[in-house]
């Protein structure tokens, strides 16, 4: 079993950051730590991933460019910084976990993630 609980959301204007950060309960070389969002009405999305061993990275076309998730070496937390925010970007972020191969980490599909958080808002308004 892996814990992991979100932190960091709230209220921006457009075009303003925030930083989201997710505390796992252990991390390994073989863990993915990944940002899924649901807004209303709509299907949770993967947004990006992390894999520990090789520090390699994905990223939902939506947020490239704007959002940037990483870790700092030997803590078990993952941040999600997220720039030039947008109010389609508005949604609860849920933080995921895994364990096992990068391919499924990259490949950004809430069903092949077995751990996740409560969740944390992010709302992006003028």
């Known amino acids: 079993q892996v814990q992991v609980v979100e932190s960091g959301g709230g209220s921006v204007q457009p075009g303003g950051s925030l930083r989201l950060s997710c505390a796992a309960s252990r991390i390994y070389s073989t863990t993915c730590m990944a940002w899924f969002r649901q807004g209303p009405e709509k299907e949770r999305e993967g947004v990006a991933s992390?894999?520990?061993?090789?520090?390699?990275?994905a990223y939902a076309d939506s947020v490239k460019g704007r959002f940037t998730i990483s870790r700092d070496n030997g803590e078990k937390v993952v941040y999600l910084q997220m720039n030039s925010l947008k109010p389609e970007d508005s949604a609860m972020y849920y933080c995921?976990?895994?364990?096992?191969?990068?391919?499924?980490?990259?490949?950004?599909?809430?069903?092949?993630?077995?751990?996740w958080g409560q969740g944390t808002q992010v709302t992006v308004s003028s």
């Open positions: 995921a976990a895994r364990e096992g191969g990068s391919r499924l980490c990259s490949g950004l599909r809430a069903t092949d993630f077995d751990y």
């Open positions: 992390f894999y520990v061993g090789s520090r390699g990275t």
